[in-house]
């Protein structure tokens, strides 16, 4: 049987056709001890269309794979993922009865909007229901000010009123 090496991969319906290939070039990941690499593709596969990411995840990934004595808290997960890059952003809700901010346990990965798309603009006339309108979708329902994309140089919001053909008169 003979195989075709250049044949384009079939995924199923709703999986991410994703892969920055220069990620193994970057210093920042190269700094990351493996077990955090694997952890950081982990979660870029488990994110949403907008790299929002549910940390609740890392946790039952972590009883699959490490011994229970070497698990990692949040603290330092963040701690190690942050120190030499911003990678994670923690997403926050206000707290109905306090007021406060209230971390949600969802995470924004900094640099996904870079890695899916980096074409540095987004707007919802154009981008109606490619992948971008999910990441438009995904700020948007999780409350992520579009000036904080690490990456996103200029987006529109509002959609542009459809004019009404004139009905031709008898």
């Not at 011994?67 to 990678?87: P, V, Y």
């Not at 809700?93 to 924004?108: A, P």
């Amino acid at each position: 049987m003979k195989f075709d090496k250049n044949r384009k991969l079939v995924l199923a319906t709703g999986e991410k056709q994703f892969h920055w290939r220069n990620i193994h070039s970057q210093k920042w990941y190269k700094s990351l001890p493996f077990f955090y690499r694997d952890m950081f593709r982990f979660m870029i596969d488990k994110s949403d269309t907008g790299g929002v990411f549910d940390f609740q995840l890392l946790y039952n990934w972590q009883e699959e794979n490490i011994e229970a004595d070497k698990f990692q808290t949040s603290e330092e997960i963040f701690e190690t993922f942050n120190r030499h890059r911003d990678l994670l952003r923690k997403l926050y809700d206000i707290d109905k009865k306090t007021g406060e901010e209230v971390w949600s346990g969802l995470v924004l990965l900094e640099d996904y909007y870079c890695m899916v798309c980096g074409h540095g603009t987004l707007n919802v006339n154009i981008h109606k229901s490619s992948y971008d309108k999910g990441i438009i979708n995904s700020y948007t329902k999780h409350g992520i000010d579009f000036k904080t994309i690490r990456g996103l140089n200029a987006f529109n919001l509002k959609y542009k009123k459809k004019k009404k053909k004139a009905s031709k008169g008898s």
